[in-house]
């Protein structure tokens, strides 16, 4: 599970994070990034699937676990910086059915642009 110092909770949060207007995509994933920080805290981090993905929350769920998975064994690594205030991770229905590695290598490909 994702530490709570990690967690993107507010609406209001991820509605500026929306509006910056940074985004990258790949395999499927697309990542909103927030502004540069100037504090010590770590960067926030939000996992969205929508309900046009799939109709069923148990999939939608499914999916945001494998990318929580895959962004907790980055932080364990050390892969990520903490240069940006939040960053949001919203799956298309390319993810539907595809496992943790596929996941994995996405949201790996993503951090590593940053």
Do not use: C, W
């Not at 920080?37 to 993905?53: A, H, R």
């Not at 980055?74 to 892969?79: D, F, N, P, R, T």
């Not at 298309?92 to 940053?114: E, H, M, N, P, W």
Request: charged share 30%.
């Amino acid at each position: 599970m994702l530490p709570k110092d990690y967690r993107l909770k507010k609406r209001s949060a991820f509605a500026a994070t929306y509006n910056i207007g940074k985004t990258l995509h790949k395999d499927g994933v697309t990542m909103f990034i927030g502004k540069e920080k100037q504090n010590d805290y770590p960067t926030k981090v939000g996992f969205v699937v929508s309900k046009k993905i799939h109709k069923r929350a148990v999939q939608r769920n499914r999916i945001k676990r494998l990318m929580r998975e895959s962004y907790r064994l980055l932080i364990k690594e050390g892969a990520v910086s903490d240069k940006y205030i939040s960053i949001i991770f919203v799956a298309s229905s390319k993810l539907l059915g595809q496992d943790f590695k596929y996941i994995d290598t996405a949201i790996r490909k993503l951090v590593y642009k940053l």
